[in-house]
């Protein structure tokens, strides 16, 4: 199955305007065979790649909080299928959808592959971003 790696979360606020700019980028790996099958069969979408942000939480309060899911999905292969294709998430959000928690909030980004075939899914998180809001 393919692999998520250098998942980073980006949270670049503007206390002014009272909003963030959410970024979570990666690299999605795929094996041979994967990058094989996607190259004989370019029509066809094999891989979905979504992402959300979500708050982390202690244990105390029940899990961690599903912040956002952005709009945008990636399927895979494009028009050039590769080894490794990297791709970026972009959001504008008011700050109160990462304000948390009271005082400082711990927010970070999930990226979630599902191959199309089997249905089956990997996840894979990004760093923590600590920031009061």
């Known amino acids: ?9 980006n949270l670049a606020h503007d206390r002014t305007k009272k909003i963030v700019t959410a970024t979570v980028k990666c690299n999605v790996n ?11 069969c370019r029509e066809s979408r094999h891989f979905k790649l979504k992402a959300q942000l979500w708050g982390e939480d202690s244990g105390l309060n029940f899990g961690d909080d599903h ?13 050039t299928p590769a080894a490794t294709e990297s791709r970026t ?19 970070y980004g999930k990226l979630l592959l599902t191959n199309l075939g089997s249905m089956a899914q990997i996840t894979k998180k990004t760093n923590t971003v600590s920031h009061s809001f």
């Open 67 to 79: 912040l956002w899911t952005y709009s945008d999905v990636f399927f895979l292969p494009d028009g």
């Open 30 to 40: 795929f094996t041979a065979l994967e990058l094989c099958q996607m190259k004989s």
């Open 89 to 107: 998430f972009t959001v504008l959000l008011g700050e109160g959808v990462l304000d948390e928690d009271w005082g400082q909030d711990e927010v």
């Open 1 to 9: 199955m393919a692999t998520i790696t250098n998942a980073t979360l």
